[in-house]
Antibody
Framework: QVQLVQSGAEVKKPGASVKVSCMTS????????MHWVRQAPGQGLEWMGR????????HSAQKFQGRVTFTRDTSINTAYMELSSLRFEDTAVYYC????????????WGQGTLVTVSS | DIQMTQSPSTLSASVGDSVTITCRAS??????LAWYQQRPGKAPQLLIQ???SLESGVPSRFSGSGSGTDFTLTISSLQPEDSATYYC?????????FGQGTKVEIK
C-alpha cells in the first residue's frame, strides 16, 4: 500500500532553515507529483508547492517563492522540502501529499511534521 | 488566484441527520473540485474528486455535486466518526487552492 512517512518534529530559531523529508513506498515514486501543504495551528490548509520526482521540476506558490526548495532522491524514493529564513508565523504542521499523476488533488498524505519557530 | 469560500464555517447536527456543506469558487473551476475530511490531529483524507467521484473505501453516505462555481458535499446519515473539518479544493494540472474549512460537530 502507498505510504508516506515524514521526518520528526523540529524546533528552529527565527532566520534558520528547516528541511523535512518524506519517505515513500508502495508505488512508483517517479510517476506522481509530490506536493507540500502546511497548516498553522487552528488554521486551514495552505498549498506550498510541488515537485515532479521524475524530472525534478518544481512549482511553488507565489507566497513561498525564493524561500522554499523542493528536492528529491530517486535512489531512496524520498522527497524533501526546505524552508529558509524562518519566521514565527511559519510554525505549522507540514504535510507531504502525493498527487494523482500530474493533477493537483492529493490522494495520499504523510502524517505531518510539526515545525515550531521559537526564539 | 481563484478564491474558495465554504459555508457554513461550523455546523452541529445529530446522528442520522443529513448535512450539506457548500463551496463556492470565485470563478468557474468546471468539475475540478475535491473534498477532504480532516479528523482532529490527523492528516486530511481525500473523499471526492472531480466534484462527484467518490474515492475507494469512502462510505457511500458521502456525496458531492456541482459544477462551475457552486458545489456541495452531502453526508446523508451523519455518523459519530464524521465529526471532522471538511475542506474543498479547486485543482487542475498547474494550481490549486483550499477553502477555509467547515467544522462538523455531533450534537
Amino acid at each position: 500500500q502507498v505510504q508516506l512517512v515524514q521526518s520528526g518534529a523540529e524546533v528552529k530559531k527565527p532566520g534558520a532553515s528547516v528541511k523535512v523529508s518524506c519517505m515513500t513506498s508502495g508505488y512508483t515514486f517517479t510517476g506522481y507529483y509530490m506536493h507540500w501543504v502546511r497548516q498553522a495551528p487552528g488554521q486551514g490548509l495552505e498549498w506550498m508547492g510541488r515537485i515532479n520526482p521524475n524530472s525534478g521540476d518544481t512549482h511553488s506558490a507565489q507566497k513561498f517563492q525564493g524561500r522554499v526548495t523542493f528536492t528529491r532522491d530517486t535512489s531512496i524514493n524520498t522527497a524533501y522540502m526546505e524552508l529558509s529564513s524562518l519566521r514565527f508565523e511559519d510554525t505549522a504542521v507540514y504535510y507531504c501529499a502525493r498527487g494523482y499523476g500530474s493533477w493537483y488533488y492529493l490522494e495520499h498524505w504523510g502524517q505531518g511534521t510539526l515545525v515550531t519557530v521559537s526564539s | 488566484d481563484i478564491q474558495m469560500t465554504q459555508s457554513p464555517s461550523t455546523l452541529s447536527a445529530s446522528v442520522g441527520d443529513s448535512v450539506t456543506i457548500t463551496c463556492r469558487a470565485s470563478q468557474s473551476v468546471s468539475v475540478w473540485l475535491a473534498w477532504y475530511q480532516q479528523r482532529p490531529g490527523k492528516a486530511p483524507q481525500l473523499l471526492i474528486q472531480k466534484a462527484s467521484s467518490l474515492e475507494s473505501g469512502v462510505p457511500s453516505r458521502f456525496s458531492g455535486s456541482g459544477s462551475g462555481t457552486d458545489f456541495t458535499l452531502t453526508i446523508s446519515s451523519l455518523q459519530p466518526e464524521d465529526s471532522a473539518t471538511y475542506y474543498c479544493q479547486h485543482y487542475n494540472s498547474f494550481s490549486c487552492g483550499f477553502g477555509q474549512g467547515t467544522k462538523v460537530e455531533i450534537k
